[in-house]
């Protein structure tokens, strides 16, 4: 394996990985989520909605780590890559060329954090309405 190959097959495999790792973030979430409103819409007792809530807090919290860390691992390979562009004609190089005008927003990166931040935020609203609900009981 040379030097090319090897840059490659790193920036591949954990690109994957990410987005394997979105995909099972978005499966989960969905499953919580159905949870959260199976247990509101059957008047489960409040601290059940304080555990689900918690569940998604956790789960939120888990997945922006492994991100975070995915994201690291990728720009591990970026500098070997944009170094043996140079060898290759200007249209071609896609590593150098999406470092010029980039959009803040219009990047995986926000929308995957943007979707983790949301689900912690319905965990915290949940775990809020659990303690509300509790507080009632007594």
């Known amino acids: 394996m040379n030097e090319q190959q090897y840059l490659f097959e790193h ?3 954990n690109a994957e990985q990410r987005l394997k790792a979105f995909n099972f973030f978005v499966v989960l979430s969905m499953f919580a989520d159905g949870g959260v409103f199976t247990a509101i819409e059957k008047g489960f007792h409040p601290i059940i909605l304080m555990l689900l809530g ?3 807090l956790i789960v939120s919290a888990v997945f922006w780590v492994m991100d975070v860390r ?3 691992l990728l720009s591990l390979a970026v500098p070997g890559l944009k170094a043996m ?3 290759l ?3 071609a190089r ?3 060329r999406d470092d010029h005008g980039q959009s803040t927003f219009i990047r ?3 929308a995957i954090r943007a979707l983790i931040a949301g689900q912690f935020l319905c ?3 949940v775990v809020f309405y659990g303690v509300l609900g509790l507080f009632n009981l007594l």
């Open 108 to 110: 995986y990166t926000f």
């Open 94 to 96: 896609v590593f150098c």
């Open 123 to 125: 965990g915290a609203a």
């Open 11 to 13: 920036y591949r495999f």
């Open 70 to 72: 995915s994201r690291q």
């Open 85 to 87: 562009e140079q060898q």
């Open 89 to 91: 004609p200007e249209p």
């Open 54 to 56: 918690g569940f998604v």
